[in-house]
């Protein structure tokens, strides 16, 4: 059995005012959310059902792109990304992964944006993952970048569902 509340006036716990409830969530729309909001949210997995892979020692694309136009123009991106990649390497020699932002790396990038992994075995997995933020008023297409360390090295960046994600937030202020 279904309940219904009806009510003229709400009055706070000290009695000292009222709680005005005039239809406000009623057709509520992300202009109307208070700082803080997030007004949306994108995320991508597995855009190809095949690796990537590169001997290269300059950072190579993904093949993973993320691409959404702000809602408002002082909005927080949040990025966050994880993945799992591995090489074929000799002992010693790692790779790299930085994240881009429109075919560049983002503001405070390094070699070790994402980090670096060394590997003492042929294919151990590693790890990567990363927080980043940005504003801006136009679209703007984020994509992982991997490099190897050394040219005898093969690098595989792993486009498995399981083992990746790439989201970006956007947060009213």
């Given at each position: 059995?279904?309940?219904?509340?009806?009510?003229d006036?709400?009055?706070?716990?000290?009695?000292?005012?009222?709680?005005?409830?005039?239809?406000?969530?009623?057709?509520?729309?992300?202009a109307?959310?208070?700082?803080?909001?997030?007004?949306?949210?994108k995320?991508?997995?597995?855009?190809?059902?095949?690796?990537?892979?590169?001997?290269?020692?300059?950072?190579?694309?993904?093949?993973?792109?993320?691409?959404?136009?702000?809602?408002?123009?002082?909005?927080?991106?949040?990025?966050?990304?994880n993945?799992?990649?591995?090489?074929?390497?000799?002992?010693?020699?790692?790779?790299?992964?930085?994240?881009?932002?429109?075919?560049?790396?983002?503001?405070?990038?390094?070699?070790?944006?994402?980090?670096?992994?060394?590997?003492?075995?042929?294919?151990?997995?590693?790890?990567?993952?990363?927080?980043?933020?940005?504003?801006?008023?136009?679209?703007?297409?984020?994509?992982p970048?991997?490099?190897?360390?050394?040219?005898n090295?093969l690098?595989?960046?792993?486009?498995?569902?399981?083992?990746?994600?790439?989201?970006?937030?956007?947060?009213?202020?």
């Amino acid at each position: 059995m279904a309940s219904k509340l009806k009510t003229d006036i709400l009055e706070t716990v000290s009695g000292s005012g009222t709680i005005a409830l005039t239809n406000q969530l009623s057709g509520m729309t992300d202009a109307s959310m208070p700082s803080g909001s997030v007004v949306q949210v994108k995320q991508t997995y597995n855009p190809s059902a095949s690796n990537t892979a590169s001997t290269s020692t300059s950072f190579v694309a993904s093949g993973i792109q993320l691409v959404i136009t702000p809602k408002y123009a002082n909005s927080l991106l949040l990025v966050q990304f994880n993945t799992t990649m591995t090489q074929k390497t000799v002992n010693g020699n790692g790779m790299y992964a930085q994240m881009w932002m429109n075919g560049s790396v983002m503001a405070g990038g390094s070699e070790y944006h994402l980090g670096y992994k060394e590997l003492q075995s042929d294919y151990s997995p590693m790890i990567f993952s990363g927080q980043y933020t940005a504003t801006s008023t136009s679209t703007l297409t984020f994509e992982p970048h991997f490099r190897s360390s050394n040219t005898n090295n093969l690098a595989i960046f792993l486009h498995v569902r399981s083992s990746y994600g790439l989201t970006v937030t956007e947060i009213k202020q």
